[in-house]
């Protein structure tokens, strides 16, 4: 579930940083953001369920990791939705998101995990602290990161590994 959550997060960020060099319907915009978190959700519905069956309190953290992922999307549509102007809802989830990222990270390493969660999560912390810094920050230097940051993110942190994940190469 991992590897189809990585592949439309990645079209998703994808399209969200093309969007700033380049006209996008931002409804279609909308759509596709809540269509992303929407497949998500599901799935961490799954995970959720599958972590109740094991009665592991570890296989939490997975279906923990899944929801905020789905949530992230889900907020992007709602300002989007709302045609808001001030983003700074987003900002604070983007920093609280880059403190869990952070935390599993460092879980990651302290538990002996595979290398490749380790730099997806920094990878996912780095762009959501992009995202805080730029908006509730006000970083200007930042925030003209900010297309790159998600594209490049995109390809590298969802949709590569979560193509390599379904074929089996990674994880």
């Known amino acids: 579930m991992l590897g189809v959550n990585l592949v439309f997060a990645g079209f998703a960020l994808t399209l969200n940083g093309l969007s700033y060099l380049t006209a996008v319907d931002e409804r279609v915009k909308m759509a596709v953001n809540i269509f992303v978190g929407a497949v998500i959700a599901i799935n961490a519905v799954l995970q959720t369920q599958i972590a109740i069956a094991a009665g592991e309190p570890a296989a939490f953290g997975f279906a923990a990791a899944t929801w905020l992922f789905a949530i992230n999307y889900f907020v992007i549509a709602a300002h989007l939705f709302f045609k808001s102007?001030?983003?700074?809802?987003?900002?604070?989830?983007?920093?609280?998101a880059s403190i869990v990222s952070l935390t599993f990270a460092t879980e990651t390493v302290v538990?002996?995990?595979p290398g490749v969660l380790v730099y997806l999560w920094l990878m996912w912390a780095l762009l959501w602290a992009q995202s805080f810094l730029a908006?509730?920050?006000?970083l200007?230097?930042?925030?003209?990161l900010t297309p790159y940051v998600l594209i490049t993110n995109g390809i590298a942190s969802t949709f590569v590994p979560g193509l390599l994940i379904l074929l089996g190469v990674i994880l």
């Not at 102007?85 to 609280?96: C, D």
């Not at 200007?140 to 003209?144: G, I, Y």
């Open 140 to 144: 200007k230097a930042v925030d003209k």
């Open 135 to 138: 908006i509730l920050v006000g």
């Open 111 to 113: 538990l002996g995990g």
């Open 85 to 96: 102007t001030n983003w700074k809802v987003f900002g604070l989830y983007s920093l609280f």
